[in-house]
Every structure is written in C-alpha cells, then in structure tokens.
C-alpha cells in the first residue's frame, strides 16, 4: 500500500515544475530519511557511478554524500517532461572536508508510479572547482532555496 504523494501524473507544465521544485526543496533540506519517502521502496538509482535499488540504499547513499559535501545548496530546473517521467538540469554547491569550493553540474531522468512516487533515477554529474568568491548559492544551508533567489537560467548556469 502507498500514500500519494502529490502533484501525480500525467504531468503537466505546472505539476512537473511543481515536483521539480519539491524535489529541490526535500535535497536543500538534508534529511536522508526525509527524502527517501519521494521514493518507492524499491525505487532504482544510477547515481554518478554507483547503482542501487531500494529506501534504505537511498538513506545510506545520502548520509554518505551530504557528510562529505558540506554547505550543500542546490538548484533544480525543469527540462522536459511526459505523462510519468520527468527530465532536469541541476547544479549544487558544496565545500569538501578540506575546505574547497565546488559546483556540481548535471541532469536527472525520473520515472514516477501512479502514486507521485519516483521509480527510476538516472544522474550524471560533474563538478568544477570554484573559488568562494565565485559562488553563487548564498542561502542558509539545509533551507530551501528563497522564492526570490535566482534559478539556473538566470543565473546563466
């Protein structure tokens, strides 16, 4: 049995921009359980160049990564979209456990169930080297992004 978890498909303009920004918004909060829920329990993940299936792999993988990339501030930004599948562009912020400043560039194919749950998660990322001066991100971090803060494209990303 699952619990729906809205805007579900068949998208539209607004239901898939509207999940987009869920998404962000669950990531920039930093809660590995938290966000595992967006998932079904046996939801599949390439991220980067790790594969794996399943909630708790989700929790283990975020717990992990969020560790590691401290500061983390992320924008997401609709690309295309169909009835169940959702396509974005992203980049995050975060500073390493020496203290360097990096952007992570990349895109994410999503595959939703009938219940608004995501199924399949397809990521390529890369990162860039940045100076602190050269961020672009200035939020509090583990907030959501402000509603007045540039996207991805107005920020020429």
Do not use: C
């Amino acid at each position: 049995m699952s619990t729906d978890r809205p805007p579900l498909p068949p998208f539209t303009l607004d239901t898939a921009r509207q999940k987009v920004r869920a998404a962000e918004d669950g990531w920039n909060g930093r809660n590995p359980e938290r966000v595992s829920m967006a998932y079904t329990e046996d939801s599949v993940w390439r991220n980067r160049s790790e594969f794996f299936q399943g909630r708790p792999a989700i929790v283990a993988f975020l717990t992990r990564k969020w560790a590691s990339e401290r500061d983390y501030r992320l924008i997401k930004e609709l690309w295309a979209f169909t009835d169940n599948r959702i396509a974005v562009r992203f980049a995050y912020e975060y500073q390493d456990e020496a203290g360097a400043w990096f952007r992570a560039y990349g895109n994410e194919n999503w595959e939703f169930d009938a219940h608004g749950l995501m199924r399949v998660r397809h990521a390529s990322i890369n990162d860039v080297t940045i100076s602190a001066e050269g961020r672009l991100f200035h939020w509090p971090a583990g907030t959501p992004r402000p509603a007045d803060h540039a996207g991805l494209s107005d920020l020429g990303l």
